[in-house]
């Protein structure tokens, strides 16, 4: 990085089917960081997040919620465009997939794919997940029909397509993943070779279901095409640069991405699809794409149902932005999954931020006044305290490199606050006090010189994840944090003679929790919504053959006509209480849309209704003969 003229640095552009989380604000922060920390040193700096708003689970949303697509998407984006304003996150630009600019340059992009020959036309059938917007591989599926992303039961559909040569490029991706390495943390890139070299697929990448998406280019002239979501939204890293536009000087100036920044669920869209997309069009591949891990809270899971769901801006109205910041940065390992607490939060505001930093400059500005009317000389310390500063010195050294760019942000942190040892060590070591006493004055001042010089050392390289608060202590020691005094600390250079200033303390100590306890009514866990119950298809059906299973003794399989072309077999756990006999030729009432499960070896293709209690159990029957087939209603 020391080279690096211009960083290109993003988001993921978020998914608008819900308001922003805590999984969404630390990914922003950490993003926010990188771009204060590059800007900080002088380089030429582009940061751009935004939101993700085309797509099937989009429409079906607002449809919901009686909007149009359009009409939702503009709702749901400015709630994430607000709350990063709020939050004063430095980001360059805000990209919307709606954007018209953003829409010409992935029809510019599927153009320059499909005259190159790497797009084709042709059918899908196969299993698609709403939620992921992704299609899943039959061998992918869990339990035959579960996406194995999010665990949700994916949908088969058949439709025509436009199809990306993904194949094409298994080799050229394979060998960019292993020689290049451009995956943080390297233990994630082991899954993605691992899905690479199980060989890609052509990827279908348009679809005709919907019609909420990006149309194809009017030279291709099928317009009940849309683009496949997944295809419009990683062109945003390009297009908020200008690609597709009269002007692409951004492009030329900012390409390729120095660092995406994504959660480990997109990660494989990122380390695979988009490069294939860039290698189609010509284009250079990223440098870096980091994936973050998922966020807890005291150990579960968060979900709307356990009401435990975090909203970003009630901790930071709580406890303070930056406090936020810091604790989101410094809890967990970049990678791993974290879990939020309250009480880790104060934990980290009371002793790392209270105990270790405010308390330290709060010291100085107490012997600085005792002793010399708050007047603090850089002048001996060299002379007297060379090795602590020299420890010092050697920690910041390598610290951007050895962690800041690898975004181990908590290993960052946790160097910097070796530097606040140094000097809470130092004064508990000489004891200013005594030196005062003994008339060794000039020793006394450097040593609060000393301890000026690591908290501006903290100050500067802490600034990108606690500006204000970092700001504030510069004030303080009387200089400015910018590029010049980034340079001048990593040269060695002392603060100047300066009068402390007076201030009230950083981190007021927190007795007790500050976010208000919302009270979660629970329902039953066996509550349904009206729509979950219509799904549930129920039949009139007749018994037309029934027989014992043998070996079992709860089991009969029956042939039963629901109207369809041909019989369905069941197979009902009811031999303690009917004779096959007795049921030849009655009718009952069926679940007729169950999946079809194997039951000692043989298919069931339905179930019976009935009830049971201590007398016994009957079958749900109509109180008068209907038709086979008649829908239960």
């Not at 603090?376 to 007297?384: L, Q």
């Not at 050895?402 to 508990?428: C, F, P, R, V």
Request: include cysteine; charge should be neutral; glycine fraction near 6%.
């Amino acid at each position: 990085m020391s080279d690096c003229k211009t960083y290109y640095l993003t988001t993921p552009i978020y998914y608008v089917n819900d308001v922003p989380h805590i999984g969404h604000a630390y990914t922003t922060i950490i993003a926010d960081t990188i771009a204060r920390y590059s800007r900080l040193k002088g380089i030429d700096t582009f940061f751009l997040t935004g939101t993700d708003e085309h797509g099937q689970k989009i429409e079906e949303a607002a449809r919901k919620r009686g909007k149009t697509p359009k009409e939702y998407a503009d709702e749901i984006s400015a709630k994430f465009k607000e709350l990063w304003d709020e939050f004063e996150i430095s980001y360059d630009k805000f990209i919307r997939t709606t954007d018209l600019e953003h829409i010409k340059g992935v029809q510019k992009a599927f153009l320059e794919m499909y005259k190159k020959g790497d797009i084709y036309k042709d059918y899908y059938e196969g299993h698609y997940c709403v939620s992921c917007e992704s299609f899943v591989a039959p061998s992918q599926l869990v339990n035959d029909e579960l996406c194995p992303d999010c665990g949700k039961p994916t949908r088969i559909i058949k439709e025509e397509s436009y199809f990306f040569k993904l194949s094409k490029y298994q080799d050229a991706i394979l060998k960019w993943l292993k020689e290049k390495k451009p995956i943080l943390p390297e233990s994630r890139a082991n899954e993605v070779i691992r899905f690479v070299e199980e060989g890609l697929k052509d990827l279908s990448i348009t679809r005709t279901s919907f019609e909420w998406g990006v149309k194809l280019p009017k030279e291709i002239n099928d317009p009940k095409h849309v683009v496949y979501v997944w295809l419009d939204a990683l062109f945003n890293y390009l297009t908020a640069l200008g690609y597709g536009s009269e002007d692409e000087s951004l492009v030329k100036k900012y390409w390729p991405a120095k660092l995406h920044i994504v959660g480990k669920d997109i990660l494989k869209f990122h380390a695979v699809y988009w490069p294939a997309f860039l290698m189609s069009i010509g284009y250079e591949l990223p440098k870096k794409i980091a994936a973050h891990g998922w966020w807890t809270r005291d150990g579960e899971k968060m979900s709307k149902s356990k009401g435990n769901v975090i909203n970003p801006k009630e901790v930071a109205d709580a406890y303070g932005i930056e406090n936020f910041r810091y604790f989101m940065l410094r809890e967990v390992p970049f990678g791993a999954d974290g879990d939020f607490s309250e009480k880790a939060l104060i934990d980290r505001i009371n002793n790392d931020l209270g105990n270790d930093l405010g308390n330290l400059l709060n010291r100085i500005i107490g012997m600085a006044y005792k002793y010399f009317d708050g007047k603090v000389s850089s002048r001996d310390i060299e002379k007297y305290y060379a090795n602590e500063l020299s420890e010092a010195r050697e920690i910041i050294k390598d610290i951007e490199e050895k962690y800041l760019w690898k975004m181990q942000t908590h290993k960052y942190l946790e160097e910097l606050w070796k530097i606040l040892s140094i000097g809470n060590k130092a004064i508990d070591t000489y004891k200013p006090w005594e030196l005062m006493k003994n008339g060794e004055e000039d020793k006394a001042m450097a040593l609060i010189g000393l301890i000026a010089n690591l908290l501006a050392m903290v100050a500067v390289y802490l600034h990108a994840v606690m500006p204000k608060t970092t700001s504030t202590i510069a004030d303080t020691l009387g200089f400015e944090i910018n590029t010049e005094r980034f340079n001048a600390i990593n040269e060695g250079i002392l603060l100047n003679d300066f009068v402390i200033k007076k201030i009230p303390p950083l981190f007021p100590k927190i007795e007790k929790p500050l976010m208000k306890k919302e009270e979660v009514k629970k329902e039953p866990e066996n509550i349904i919504t009206i729509d979950e119950f219509f799904k549930v298809e129920l039949k009139v059906g007749e018994v037309i053959e029934a027989e014992e299973v043998k070996k079992s003794k709860k089991l009969l399989k029956l042939q039963v006509d629901l109207g369809e072309e041909r019989l369905r077999q069941i197979i009902a756990g009811i031999k303690e209480y009917y004779k096959p006999e007795e049921l030849v030729g009655t009718q009952v009432c069926v679940v007729s849309n169950l999946k079809p499960a194997k039951l000692m070896g043989m298919m069931s293709e339905g179930m019976l209704l009935a009830a049971k209690d201590d007398s016994g159990l009957s079958l749900i029957r109509p109180e008068k003969k209907k038709k086979t087939g008649t829908p239960i209603k």
